[in-house]
C-alpha cells in the first residue's frame, strides 16, 4: 500500500510541476518529452489576469465554458 501512495504522490507532484512550467512560459499544452509521455493541456485559472491575444477576425481566443 506505501508503495502505491508513494507512486501517486510521484505522479501527482510531475504533474504539478510539468503544468506549472506550462504556464510560466504562457503555453498552452506541454510538451511530449515528460513523466506521462504525452502532451498535456495546461489551462489557464479563471482568476488570471494575463492579457489575451486578440484574434485579427476579432473573436476572443480564449475558451468558454
Do not use: C, Q
Not at 503544468?19 to 506541454?30: I, K
Not at 513523466?35 to 477576425?57: G, H, K, N, Q, S
Request: hydrophobic share 40%.
Amino acid at each position: 500500500m506505501l508503495h502505491h501512495i508513494d507512486n501517486l504522490d510521484a505522479k501527482a507532484t510531475g504533474f504539478s510541476e510539468l503544468l506549472g512550467a506550462a504556464t510560466r512560459v504562457d503555453e498552452a499544452w506541454t510538451d511530449a518529452a515528460n513523466l506521462f509521455r504525452r502532451p498535456l493541456y495546461a489551462p489557464r485559472a479563471a482568476e488570471d489576469d494575463r492579457e489575451y491575444p486578440v484574434r485579427e477576425d476579432g473573436l476572443d481566443a480564449r475558451l468558454s465554458a
